[in-house]
């Protein structure tokens, strides 16, 4: 079996509908014996150009191990798919497990706005 790195972007008037999405496409990959070694959902987020006049979309990433027909099975789901924008699917030589630097940076965005509300507090007192 193979590691393939999946980037999706769904359109954002779907994002109600991610974790259902995400449920499938884990069981395919299980069911034909396959492993999911990480999956992320990085929220909305610009797209660098619009996109049949979308300028928000819906960003995930997974990181898994599969064969050639499960592959297969997932890219015609992708592309069948109206609430996929785009798919990008990279080979890639070894499982990743570690948090993405789109997740590290979200974190510390989130961290980083604790700390100054934090600072306004004090600077008020």
Not at 23 to 48: C, F, N, P, Q
Not at 81 to 87: E, G, K, P, Q, S
Not at 98 to 121: F, L
Request: hydrophobic share 30%; charged share 35%; aromatic share 8%.
């Amino acid at each position: 079996m193979r590691h393939y790195e999946i980037t999706l972007i769904v359109h954002p008037d779907q994002s109600s509908q991610v974790t259902t999405m995400i449920e499938k496409y884990k069981e395919l990959i299980t069911s034909g014996g396959g492993m999911v070694h990480r999956d992320e959902d990085w929220g909305r987020k610009h797209l660098a150009y619009p996109i049949d006049k979308i300028y928000k979309a819906h960003y995930l990433m997974m990181n898994i191990e599969c064969d050639k027909d499960t592959l297969d099975k997932l890219n015609y789901n992708f592309r069948f798919n109206d609430a996929i924008l785009r798919n990008l699917i990279i080979s890639k030589k070894e499982a990743i497990t570690d948090p993405s630097i789109m997740v590290t940076e979200s974190d510390k965005d989130k961290d980083h706005g604790k700390d100054k509300t934090k600072d306004r507090v004090a600077d008020k007192k």
